[in-house]
T-cell receptor
Framework: GAGVSQSPSNKVTEKGKDVELRCDPISGHTALYWYRQSLGQGLEFLIYFQGNSAPDKSGLPSDRFSAERTGGSVSTLTIQRTQQEDSAVYLC????????????FGQGTRLTVV | DQQVKQNSPSLSVQEGRISILNCDYTNSMFDYFLWYKKYPAEGPTFLISISSIKDKNEDGRFTVFLNKSAKHLSLHIVPSQPGDSAVYFCAATTWGAQLVFGTGTRLLVSP
């Protein structure tokens, strides 16, 4: 499809395990964002990639969280040693970048840490 | 420090009436503002945006107003429809930076 694709759509993991969440942005979009939404909360910024610039990691809540964007396209968000408070919907978005700031979101990955 | 604030967590409106969703921001460097709509179990979808050089942008039933001096923007939906029931997020940004979202307002439009 032409939209932002995220996988898996749902993930249940045991506390302490590592998880990887994948995002396929819209082709040609140079900007990629990761957000998360906890139950009843707003959209919390995690990390932002823009072209070849160093990513803005200011939103990552702890050093257990990391993200990569390979070849300026696919991104992976990794959470190490998951905790129950990591349970949330993780949303990826992409935009053309530059003067265009309209971001298109994927369906999200619902992460449940048990 | 919440740079983008949506002080009303919820709003109930009757079908056919006007819905007004409000958003305040603190960072005077923001120069582009967006509204997103989110249904349960779906990602947010872009609704309408406005640049800081304008004070109004209209798209069908949706109009966004920007008051830069007050650092305030609002989304008007006229007339409201039951299908508009969703959570609405306000977002702000500066060029080349990440989107900063508010906490959302849940709109319920009753028939």
């Amino acid at each position: 499809g032409a939209g932002v694709s995220q996988s898996p759509s749902n993930k249940v993991t045991e506390k302490g395990k590592d998880v990887e969440l994948r995002c396929d942005p819209i082709s040609g979009h140079t900007a990629l964002y990761w957000y998360r939404q906890s139950l009843g909360q707003g959209l919390e910024f995690l990390i932002y990639f823009q072209g070849n610039s160093a990513p803005d990691k200011s939103g990552l809540p702890s050093d257990r969280f990391s993200a990569e964007r390979t070849g300026g396209s696919v991104s992976t968000l990794t959470i190490q040693r998951t905790q129950q408070e990591d349970s949330a919907v993780y949303l990826c978005a992409s935009s053309l970048g530059g003067d265009s700031t309209e971001a298109f979101f994927g369906q999200g990955t619902r992460l449940t840490v048990v | 420090d919440q740079q983008v604030k949506q002080n009303s967590p919820s709003l109930s409106v009757q079908e056919g009436r006007i819905s007004i969703l409000n958003c305040d921001y603190t960072n005077s460097m923001f120069d582009y503002f967006l509204w997103y709509k989110k249904y349960p179990a779906e990602g947010p979808t872009f609704l309408i945006s406005i640049s800081s050089i304008k004070d109004k942008n209209e798209d069908g039933r949706f109009t966004v107003f920007l008051n830069k001096s007050a650092k305030h923007l609002s989304l008007h939906i006229v007339p409201s429809q039951p299908g508009d029931s969703a959570v609405y997020f306000c977002a702000a940004t500066t060029w080349g930076a990440q989107l900063v979202f508010g906490t959302g307002t849940r709109l319920l439009v009753s028939p």
